[in-house]
């Protein structure tokens, strides 16, 4: 257990529904996991004093004061599988002061919490939104708020799963001594169980159970790195690799993802690259739950394929567009994978591996560039330029001579005129046109020889009638920048 500061700025949501309290269901069924009464002790929470927190043991009941101006929240990760059935109990009494919230999902961050408050009005469900209130009736939620009393209450959180379609989803269950008092079907998973006490107040906690699946020992799975695709079960991870050799790495997994993963869960896949200890780029995607039952016991990545055999040229170039860069040496990398349910905070590291990228051969080093630059290429294979809908060639010459003007580091390749029309930007009040404006897109090269289209949108100053300024400015973006195959630029 320890204390966590800088928890500010929470914004409570308390819905309140007239409906009848029904008793939560035993879960008879679940192993106890972890139970905490302090009759033995503080077991691993806080006992201390100091400026910000004071927490002590007596008479088998714990107590903990915020002595800050500040929320603080007392941490307590969950030693429960919260990917089966579980229930997370407190006995818990507000001794003095505004509110303490059982967080039984809690990420450290304000827009990521859920759980039952007590405070002066009662005790009850409720979310932080990170400033913004959401709303439980959308999630077709009930919840009640119950009268305080001076007695110790008894709150549970019971998670569940089920399905929806072919994924699979979480459903938390609230309940306050027993009575079930508020449920929400769009819940995301978190490892995280937390006490948020606000400034200036005292807890009494009495017991804290969790009942559940213990956490099994994760068997790990296995990233081996070598220079061929075809990598097999029993080969050595290769140690080094020189610029210009191809790199592939395969992860071999005890048991099938799908079993890994979760049958029906659609997941995001993440490799990542990492240069002495700094993660310096990434590749994700996403398989469906389809996918996910199709991916076996092994995953290959194409880290530097031969490029006239690259198969995903876009993974081959997140993955070694870094490493392209590098100044002259031997450089220690990692790769790592790690997968995250869409429905899900939870993200596990399903193997990395660790291995030396020698560039000091200059030969190597541009042979390497070339590869980089290759793969880039074969991604953006089908990236095309926008049409012209306008032509004016001398507006599209000013337009880059004012793109130079205005600091542009890269080179402007082409210029192209988007709108079939100029739009006109009228006076908020009077109605009278101030400006016009054109959407246009702009191709471009970089020092490194990367070409990419920008999209901004240009204005004229209205002089009178219907006279408009020669001279242009450059405003916002209409469309977010993408890169292009530098011979796509036509």
């Given at each position: 257990m320890y204390v966590?500061?800088?928890?500010?700025?929470?914004?409570?949501l308390v819905a309140v529904a007239t409906v009848s309290l029904t008793a939560i269901g035993s879960v008879a069924a679940l192993d106890v996991a972890k139970r905490i009464d302090f009759s033995k002790g503080a077991s691993d929470w806080y006992v201390g004093s100091s400026a910000a927190a004071t927490g002590a043991v007596k008479g088998g009941v714990y107590t903990f004061t915020n002595n800050s101006k500040e929320d603080l929240a007392l941490a307590m990760p969950a030693s429960v599988d919260k990917?089966?059935?579980?229930?997370?109990?407190?006995?818990?009494?507000?001794?003095?002061?505004?509110?303490?919230?059982?967080?039984?999902?809690?990420?450290?961050?304000?827009?990521?919490?859920?759980?039952?408050?007590?405070?002066?009005?009662?005790?009850?469900?409720?979310q932080f939104t990170g400033g913004r209130s959401g709303s439980w009736a959308n999630a077709g939620a009930y919840t009640r708020r119950l009268k305080r009393t001076g007695k110790p209450l008894v709150l549970r959180v019971r998670g569940e799963k089920y399905r929806q379609g072919s994924y699979n989803k979480l459903r938390l269950?609230?309940?306050?001594?027993?009575?079930?008092?508020?449920?929400?079907?769009?819940?995301?998973?978190?490892?995280?169980?937390?006490?948020?006490?606000?400034?200036?107040?005292?807890?009494?906690?009495?017991?804290?159970?969790?009942?559940?699946?213990?956490?099994?020992?994760?068997?790990?799975?296995?990233?081996?790195?070598?220079?061929?695709?075809?990598?097999?079960?029993?080969?050595?991870?290769?140690?080094?690799?020189?610029?210009?050799?191809?790199?592939?790495?395969?992860?071999?997994?005890?048991?099938?993802?799908?079993?890994?993963?979760?049958?029906?869960?659609?997941?995001?896949?993440?490799?990542?690259?990492?240069?002495?200890?700094?993660?310096?780029?990434?590749?994700?995607?996403?398989?469906?739950?389809?996918?996910?039952?199709?991916?076996?016991?092994?995953?290959?990545?194409?880290?530097?394929?031969?490029?006239?055999?690259?198969?995903?040229?876009?993974?081959a170039y997140q993955l070694s567009k870094r490493l392209a860069a590098l100044p002259a040496g031997v450089?220690?990398?990692?790769?790592?994978?790690?997968?995250?349910?869409?429905?899900?905070?939870?993200?596990?590291?399903?193997?990395?591996a660790e291995f030396k990228f020698d560039n000091r051969n200059a030969k190597g080093r541009?042979?390497?560039?070339?590869?980089?630059?290759?793969?880039?290429?074969?991604?953006?294979?089908?990236?095309?330029?926008?049409?012209?809908?306008?032509?004016?060639?001398?507006?599209?010459?000013?337009?880059?001579?004012?793109?130079?003007?205005?600091?542009?580091?890269?080179?402007?390749?082409?210029?192209?005129?988007?709108?079939?029309?100029?739009?006109?930007?009228?006076?908020?009040?009077?109605?009278t046109v101030l400006q016009r404006k054109l959407n246009v897109g702009v191709a471009t090269r970089n020092r490194k020889g990367e070409c990419m289209i920008f999209y901004p949108t240009i204005f004229q100053k209205r002089l009178h009638g219907n006279k408009f300024a020669k001279a242009t400015t450059l405003g916002g973006i209409h469309k977010l920048e993408e890169p292009i195959a530098c011979k796509n630029i036509k």
């Open positions: 966590n500061h800088r928890f500010i700025g929470l914004v409570q990917g089966q059935p579980y229930e997370l109990e407190v006995t818990l009494k507000l001794v003095r002061g505004s509110s303490v919230t059982f967080a039984s999902h809690y990420s450290g961050k304000q827009d990521a919490m859920k759980g039952i408050k007590i405070d002066k009005r009662g005790v009850g469900p409720v269950i609230y309940a306050i001594n027993g009575q079930v008092v508020g449920k929400d079907d769009y819940a995301s998973e978190s490892p995280k169980v937390a006490l948020v006490v606000s400034p200036g107040s005292s807890i009494e906690v009495h017991s804290y159970v969790e009942r559940g699946t213990a956490l099994k020992k994760k068997v790990a799975s296995r990233l081996t790195m070598g220079t061929t695709a075809s990598i097999r079960a029993g080969d050595k991870s290769k140690a080094t690799f020189k610029a210009g050799d191809t790199i592939f790495g395969t992860v071999f997994m005890p048991k099938p993802f799908v079993q890994i993963a979760g049958r029906g869960t659609r997941v995001k896949i993440t490799e990542a690259v990492y240069v002495a200890g700094k993660q310096v780029s990434t590749y994700s995607w996403t398989p469906n739950a389809r996918g996910v039952a199709r991916q076996g016991k092994r995953y290959d990545m194409g880290f530097a394929p031969a490029v006239k055999k690259v198969k995903y040229p876009t993974e450089h220690n990398i990692k790769l790592l994978v790690r997968f995250q349910p869409m429905n899900q905070r939870m993200v596990t590291d399903l193997a990395s541009k042979a390497f560039a070339k590869m980089a630059a290759g793969y880039r290429n074969a991604a953006l294979a089908k990236t095309k330029m926008p049409k012209s809908k306008m032509n004016n060639p001398s507006l599209s010459k000013n337009i880059a001579k004012m793109i130079k003007k205005a600091g542009w580091k890269q080179k402007v390749l082409k210029v192209v005129l988007m709108s079939r029309e100029w739009g006109v930007l009228k006076h908020r009040t009077f109605g």
